[in-house]
């Protein structure tokens, strides 16, 4: 059975950092692409961030509204993804989900084939 | 940057009845490669998202046949036959042509009447 779990969530004030974790289980991890999304309150479905896997160069890409702010890595070892939140504001709080694809082609990702998501952490930014 | 507009943005629904959703976007989601990557997915209340349908009309395995999607270029829909009560929930279409950003519409919150 594939399972995604995060945590890490808490309330930080803005300014401070927080890391989050996605503890993977049931798929060979080291060939999926590890995605985080995320959904504030009132507010719609956005992607954060990826990680290849290892085999294609493990490099990240980024939304706008999180880049150079936030960083997304991996332990093939543990089976976990990290997204790290470095000088985080009120706007950055909301219930953050990761998924993972196993992609071989840009195509792939396009369809965003994401079968599973872990339940979901929630950040609050607040002072 | 494609912007991604649904409508409605509130759907309240009789049980039985059909609903519908709009999703119209900036630019042409037509890829070079001849595919149109616009995906639907779901957000129940208290669950992960689930992806419904991807590139237009193709239904997720699992997802039942009231559920279809069409449209091209830059106009879509996502239809349900007859709404039923697990169908409560949020409703996002996402494009994919463009990634990476991933970009969702704002999202249609489904509600029995």
């Known amino acids: 059975e594939v399972q995604l779990v995060e945590s890490g969530g808490a309330v930080v004030q803005p300014g401070r950092s927080l890391r989050l974790s996605c503890a993977a289980s049931?798929?060979?991890?080291?060939?999926?692409?590890m995605n985080w999304f995320r959904q504030a309150p009132g507010k719609g479905l956005e992607w954060v961030g990826f990680i290849r896997s290892k085999a294609y160069g493990g490099t990240t890409e980024y939304a706008a509204s999180v880049k150079g702010r936030f960083t997304i890595s991996r332990d093939d070892s543990k089976t976990i993804a990290y997204l790290q939140m470095n000088n985080l504001r009120t706007e950055d709080t909301a219930v953050y989900f990761c998924?993972?694809?196993?992609?071989?082609?840009?195509?792939?990702?396009?369809?965003?084939?994401?079968?599973?998501w872990g339940q979901g952490t929630l950040v609050t930014v607040s002072s | 940057d494609v912007v991604m507009t649904q409508s409605p943005l509130s759907l309240p629904v009789t049980l039985g009845q059909p609903a519908s959703i709009s999703c119209r976007s900036t630019q042409s989601l037509v890829h070079s490669d001849g595919n149109t990557y616009l995906n639907w997915f779901q957000l129940r209340p208290g669950q992960s998202p689930r992806r419904l349908i991807y590139k237009v009309s193709n239904r997720d395995s699992g997802v039942p046949d009231r559920f279809s999607g069409s449209g091209s270029g830059t106009d879509f829909t996502l239809t349900i036959s007859r709404v039923e009560a697990e169908d409560v929930g949020l409703y996002y279409c996402m494009e994919g042509t463009h990634w990476p950003p991933y970009t969702f519409g704002q999202g249609t919150n489904l509600e029995i009447k």
């Open positions: 998924t993972g694809a196993n992609c071989r082609t840009t195509s792939c990702y396009r369809e965003a084939p994401f079968d599973h």
């Open positions: 049931g798929i060979k991890f080291y060939d999926y692409a």
